[in-house]
């Protein structure tokens, strides 16, 4: 008997996984075990011409490289700071710390456009991209993926858009893009699969590639919204399994709340659909435990909603001349306090805070109401506030109603800028009972907002931005339950860029985790942080970003990933591997 070439492949993939399963570390270009330049053939023969071998975007910048075009050079400088250059390529990520700023753009002097000035003698090499892309439209190419990954003890990475730098590259990995997958079909009524009991819900089911703002587009066109990150670039799919924030959250829940039911591909290759009525471990597991950590996910469907009509209210603070630094952050305490109230009567939205000189800016959101004086009775308290400490600030309100949320969503602006500095961050979800003892929350904001004088080292003064859309309703899901009771999700971050000394970048990591980090964790050390948007060294993770639900997580990922296919950085299992210096992933011994 004569087997079929895919037969054949079968029995290798398995035959090669055996010997794998004991292997220390995963195999990297550098090393023997790296797959033959035949094998990958033999592969994209397999994907149908899917598999992409990675061209850097910046290396047409570099003399040295064989694909080196100046005109072309131009063009990735102009597009290099705009997420969906980055988005729409199969491999780049606008973060270089992530990306280790191996091949970022260069001026003709060899200086980068992240501030080395030695970049263009470095060269470009793919530093922590990965060297091939699937370019992955239907579960066949996943699964092929996963196959060949098992079967050469290889790295896996998972990207749609890219944002999340930290889960969507990987030194020496075979990366999954799911960027095609753009299919949509809107149902007015909605029941998950083998769940005749379930109550019908207007819903939309999207392919792993649909973006917030191609979300919004979509829904639009059946007068309908659904909720989505505030970024419109950002991929539905990654956000809303990482828990999910977005304008309307507050009103709807959160990302993760809305997932009615998706199909995946589990690390063995088997295609399962999820909901409360089949998998339903995996369903839990899936809507707050993390996005590419229990399987890959090729579809989700989210429920929907009748196109809701909205107040915006924008209210500025800017401090005086002559107020001092106790007397601003004592203010902004005590507006915290009416804001948590607001919130409760359906009113949030999001801040930053920068300075000097000292402004605060926040844009509230009320939905389904009739005019733009709608919130005006609820925003007495803050006036009356302000009013009385008008001394201290200058303030202003304003209002803006509109029939239809979407045509506010296409007013803002898309004014963005990345790719080009390094930063650290930390946060923490912060409940009421921290907000309420103002005099210690004005404390902490102190240390660590805006200071009145700015750093001499080339490190950005600090800014801070806070997220006043928790979806409260308690959901039987994975999300960490701290967000329930928070009422800001606080972030403060400075930035730098690549002409800084690796040992004063070093220092500004250190200081933000452990002194700024230690006094948010000490505000509310029961609470948690944000694990789409948390500290890269955020300290006792585990219960940081899921809380009580970490152990359940752990033995659903132990269940369906024994071998720790899927990997990422600070993901659900992921303690049972560190990644060297080098960028070799290895098991803890």
């Excluded at 969507?168 to 083998?194: D, N, V």
């Excluded at 004014?415 to 005099?439: F, K, M, N």
Aim: hydrophobic content about 35%; aromatic content about 8%; some cysteine.
């Amino acid at each position: 008997m004569r087997l079929a070439p895919s037969c054949l492949l079968s029995l290798t993939v398995l035959a090669t996984a055996i010997t794998a399963s004991n292997v220390h570390c995963k195999c990297t270009p550098k090393d023997s075990c790296w797959p033959l330049a035949t094998e990958w053939a033999s592969l994209n023969t397999t994907l149908s011409g899917c598999l992409i071998k990675t061209v850097p975007l910046g290396s047409v910048c570099y003399p040295s490289q064989p694909n080196y075009d100046p005109v072309a050079c131009e063009d990735v400088i102009k597009n290099w700071t705009t997420s969906s250059f980055h988005s729409s390529d199969p491999s780049s990520i606008a973060d270089p710390v992530s990306s280790n700023s191996s091949c970022t753009p260069i001026y003709p002097n060899g200086t980068s456009l992240s501030g080395d000035p030695d970049a263009g003698l470095k060269g470009c090499t793919l530093g922590n991209l990965s060297p091939y892309v699937i370019n992955a439209t239907d579960a066949s190419h996943v699964q092929a993926a996963l196959k060949f990954a098992k079967a050469h003890n290889l790295r896996l990475n998972i990207k749609n858009t890219g944002h999340n730098p930290d889960k969507s590259s990987a030194y020496g990995s075979l990366s999954i893009w799911t960027h095609a997958m753009k299919q949509f079909r809107f149902h007015e009524s909605y029941m998950a699969s083998s769940c005749p009991q379930t109550v019908g819900h207007m819903a939309a089911t999207l392919g792993a590639g649909i973006q917030d703002g191609e979300l919004f587009e979509l829904l639009a066109q059946h007068n309908a919204t659904g909720v989505g990150g505030t970024n419109t670039d950002v991929g539905v799919i990654g956000w809303a399994t990482g828990g999910g924030h977005g304008f309307a959250t507050l009103e709807y829940g959160m990302g993760a709340d809305n997932i009615i039911e998706a199909v995946l591909v589990t690390p063995d290759g088997e295609v399962l659909t999820v909901n409360q009525c089949q998998n339903e471990e995996l369903y839990w597991a899936i809507r707050g435990g993390g996005g590419g950590t229990f399987g890959v996910i090729l579809s989700v469907t989210v429920k929907a909603y009748p196109m809701p009509s909205v107040t915006m209210i924008g209210l500025d603070l800017t401090a005086r001349n002559g107020t001092t630094p106790r007397a601003w952050w004592k203010l902004i305490a005590e507006v915290h306090k009416e804001l948590a109230v607001l919130q409760d009567s359906g009113i949030g939205g999001y801040w930053t805070i920068s300075g000097p000189p000292f402004h605060f800016g926040h844009a509230m959101f009320q939905y389904n109401t009739s005019s733009a004086e709608s919130a005006d009775q609820e925003m007495l308290p803050l006036k009356k506030l302000l009013d009385h400490r008008n001394g201290t600030v200058s303030s202003n309100i304003t209002k803006f109603h509109t029939a239809s949320w979407y045509n506010l969503t296409k007013a803002f602006p898309r004014v963005e800028h990345t790719g080009t500095s390094r930063s650290a961050r930390t946060s923490r979800l912060i409940p009421r009972r921290a907000i309420e003892d103002t005099r210690g929350f004005a404390y902490i904001l102190e240390k660590i907002g805006p200071q009145p004088d700015n750093p001499k080292n080339a490190v950005s003064n600090p800014s801070m931005s806070g997220t006043m859309t928790p979806g409260k309703k308690m959901v039987d899901n994975s999300l960490n339950p701290a967000w329930r009771e928070a009422v800001v999700h606080l972030i403060t971050s400075q930035s730098w860029n690549d002409s800084l000394p690796d040992s004063v970048a070093a220092e500004t990591y250190d200081r933000t985790t452990n002194e700024k980090g230690y006094l948010l964790r000490q505000i509310a050390p029961d609470s948690g942080a944000y694990y789409n948007e948390a500290d890269r060294h955020e300290p006792n993770w585990q219960w940081s970003f899921w809380g009580p639900h970490y152990t359940r997580l752990r033995e659903i990922k132990q269940m369906y990933d024994p071998q720790d296919l899927l990997w990422c950085h600070h993901c659900v299992g992921s303690e049972g591997w560190i990644q060297e210096k080098n960028g070799t992933l290895c098991r803890v011994p």
